[in-house]
């Protein structure tokens, strides 16, 4: 009895692969609808970078919520349009943007897979090694959270690899609506696309340009897709400009240090351009911040393609309109690391520079890995020389897809007091939370209600958002550190503060979020130096204010003003 497909069973392992992919859908639909191990619904399960984008949705329903929000306008401005009417024409269909998000991945998922086994049966032409090349490429985006994440960045794998796919066919039908649609949500991949559509007017052996009708009428088309796309997303930041350049970066301590919230330098705290998350020319497969070496593997993951690229190069040739196969290598290659170099030399002024090559070189390293291997396997199987060697590699390959497909990391995450969110939810719109905890963060998407600030939403490249999300973390840590009655006065008035959340550890032990710590370093340190030299005024009258007691301690701010010992407790 076979357990595998026959060698030329293209049926056979694109249906193992689309089961696979099945089996994987069910366990994340589990994970993001359920409470792990239990058949207990969990409707306050959220992606991590969700939270941020989903900020304003409470808008959907109501354009007057939030009104006048910081962190509302603010995300929905650099939301792209259609990233906001997709979500909009979904919550008409009654599909509610929580849920949405959740289901959102799934067709993502298929789409990703779908495309991968075409770019890769046309690559190999061996129903073998294009499943080995489509599911290791599978196995990457499912521990990588971006198409989890229901954020313009989920679109970025899925609609390069749909580009892809029409590249390697040349299909113009199929990359122009591709390339806007990229546009629309994901400017920096469209980008890399277009110059990698712009590439294959090129041959190779003999070397010629060509100035075809086709090529002016298919590059102009792009390059209008593109733009047209891109040019209204640009415009939406302008009011909250002026945007962080690399200078001003190394001088904000949130920034400036390799564990920092928003990092631009590497572990040894100057800027690293090979790898770095959000400056650095590698895909970060292996974090780079978790060693000062994971650059190494993360360049050895990238020697198949950089080894398909070359031969391609080498040795093979190419002519305008013919089947690029491996040259497609050479071109994400050359595409991804001049819009690398531009965006490092403009810096930040065209999105962070790693997201030129780690969203487009990550997809088909992948595939080249899998293209080699999956290749190397086959020929060794159809010349029947199986040794030691193919038991170990194939046997390896098996273990590390199931893995892979039983194991997706979508970077889920739920509030730790579900009842302080039910508590929230039910205050009136007119409610405005303050406060210091990481609980925060989830405030604003799960509830619509105004939140001050949050670590989760501290992103500092637009400065006219940064700079007053800033100042309101600080006062907020101020405020609940000082021992004097009035710096809480202050905060509460300035802001409009009906109801402040911190965390019960800090009630009970004065212990402050660390992740706090990353984003605002010196107002924190001063906060822990206040709150060492005994209890803060907060502290000292929250026991007669509180409106909800759990893990987030919820206190009624009026409460807290009228008397250092507390009051009421009534809130809204």
Request: hydrophobic fraction near 55%; proline fraction near 7%; glycine fraction near 10%.
């Given at each position: 009895m076979m357990i595998l497909p026959a060698l030329d069973d293209e049926r056979g392992w694109r249906t193992l692969l689309f089961a696979a992919t099945g089996v994987t859908a069910l366990i994340y639909l589990y994970l993001a609808f359920f409470v792990p191990g239990t058949l207990t619904y969990a409707p306050l399960t959220i992606q991590d970078d969700a939270r941020q984008f989903l900020t304003w949705m409470a808008r959907l329903n109501d354009p007057d919520a939030m009104r006048g929000d910081l962190l509302a306008d603010y995300w929905q401005s650099v939301g792209p349009w259609a990233y906001r009417m997709l979500f909009t024409v979904a919550n008409m269909l009654?599909?509610?943007?929580?849920?949405?998000?959740?289901?959102?991945?799934?067709?993502?998922?298929?789409?990703?897979?779908?495309?991968?086994?075409?770019?890769?049966?046309?690559?190999?032409?061996?129903?073998?090694?294009?499943?080995?090349?489509?599911?290791?490429?599978?196995?990457?985006?499912?521990?990588?959270?971006?198409?989890?994440?229901?954020?313009?960045?989920?679109?970025?794998?899925?609609?390069?690899?749909?580009?892809?796919?029409?590249?390697?066919?040349?299909?113009?039908?199929?990359?122009?609506?591709?390339?806007?649609?990229?546009?629309?949500?994901?400017?920096?991949?469209?980008?890399?696309?277009?110059?990698?559509?712009?590439?294959?007017?090129?041959?190779?052996?003999?070397?010629?340009?060509?100035?075809?009708?086709?090529?002016?009428?298919?590059?102009?088309?792009?390059?209008?897709?593109?733009?047209?796309?891109?040019?209204?997303?640009?415009?939406?930041?302008?009011?909250?400009?002026?945007?962080?350049?690399?200078?001003?970066?190394?001088?904000m301590e949130n920034m400036n240090t390799g564990l920092a919230r928003s990092a631009v330098v590497g572990l040894s705290g100057k800027v690293d351009l090979v790898c770095q998350a959000r400056t650095g020319l590698l895909p970060e497969i292996v974090p780079c911040w978790s060693t000062r070496?994971?650059?190494?593997?993360?360049?050895?993951?990238?020697?198949?393609?950089?080894?398909?690229?070359?031969?391609?190069?080498?040795?093979?040739?190419?002519?305008?309109?013919?089947?690029?196969?491996?040259?497609?290598?050479?071109?994400?290659?050359?595409?991804?690391?001049?819009?690398?170099?531009?965006?490092?030399?403009?810096?930040?002024?065209?999105h962070l520079p790693s997201r030129y090559t780690q969203r487009t070189l990550s997809v088909l390293e992948f595939i080249a890995i899998g293209?080699?291997?999956?290749?190397?396997?086959?020929?060794?199987?159809?010349?029947?020389?199986?040794?030691?060697?193919?038991?170990?590699?194939?046997?390896?390959?098996?273990?590390?897809?199931?893995?892979?497909?039983?194991?997706?990391?979508?970077?889920?995450?739920?509030?730790?007091?579900?009842?302080?969110?039910?508590?929230?939810?039910?205050?009136?719109?007119?409610?405005?939370?303050?406060?210091?905890?990481?609980?925060?963060?989830?405030?604003?998407?799960?509830?619509?209600?105004?939140?001050?600030?949050?670590?989760?939403?501290?992103?500092?490249?637009?400065?006219?958002?940064?700079?007053?999300?800033r100042d309101r973390l600080e006062d907020a840590l101020a405020a609940v550190s000082s021992s004097d009655q009035a710096a809480l006065d202050e905060y509460v008035e300035k802001y409009g503060v009906t109801v402040i959340a911190v965390d019960r550890a800090f009630l009970m032990q004065g212990t402050l979020p660390e992740r706090w710590d990353l984003v605002v370093p010196a107002a924190f340190r001063a906060a822990q130096a206040r709150l060492a030299r005994g209890p803060s005024a907060l502290r000292r009258a929250a026991p007669g204010c509180i409106i909800h007691d759990g893990e987030l301690m919820l206190l009624d701010a009026a409460c807290l003003g009228r008397s250092p010992q507390g009051g009421s407790g009534e809130a809204g």
């Open positions: 009654g599909l509610e943007h929580l849920v949405f998000a959740r289901l959102l991945p799934v067709p993502l998922l298929f789409l990703s897979v779908w495309m991968a086994w075409r770019i890769a049966l046309a690559l190999t032409q061996r129903p073998l090694a294009a499943f080995a090349a489509a599911a290791l490429l599978a196995g990457f985006v499912l521990h990588e959270d971006s198409i989890y994440s229901a954020t313009p960045r989920a679109f970025s794998a899925p609609l390069l690899l749909v580009f892809l796919d029409g590249l390697l066919r040349n299909r113009g039908w199929q990359m122009i609506p591709t390339l806007f649609v990229l546009g629309l949500l994901y400017p920096t991949t469209a980008l890399v696309a277009l110059t990698m559509m712009g590439l294959s007017r090129v041959g190779w052996r003999p070397f010629r340009i060509d100035f075809s009708l086709r090529t002016w009428v298919l590059c102009g088309l792009g390059a209008i897709a593109v733009g047209a796309a891109v040019i209204p997303l640009a415009g939406a930041t302008e009011g909250w400009r002026p945007t962080l350049t690399i200078s001003d970066a190394l001088g070496w994971a650059w190494l593997p993360n360049m050895l993951l990238l020697v198949p393609m950089l080894w398909l690229a070359f031969a391609a190069v080498r040795r093979g040739s190419f002519r305008v309109d013919g089947e690029p196969g491996n040259f497609i290598y050479a071109w994400v290659l050359i595409a991804g690391i001049a819009w690398w170099a531009v965006a490092v030399a403009l810096a930040f002024s065209l293209q080699v291997a999956g290749m190397w396997l086959d020929a060794r199987l159809r010349a029947g020389a199986i040794d030691a060697r193919v038991y170990a590699g194939g046997g390896l390959l098996a273990a590390f897809l199931v893995a892979s497909f039983l194991s997706p990391t979508p970077g889920l995450t739920r509030p730790a007091d579900p009842g302080a969110i039910a508590r929230i939810d039910s205050l009136p719109d007119s409610a405005v939370i303050g406060g210091v905890s990481e609980e925060l963060d989830f405030i604003p998407a799960l509830t619509g209600h105004r939140t001050l600030a949050s670590a989760e939403h501290s992103i500092p490249y637009h400065m006219g958002y940064f700079g007053p999300l």
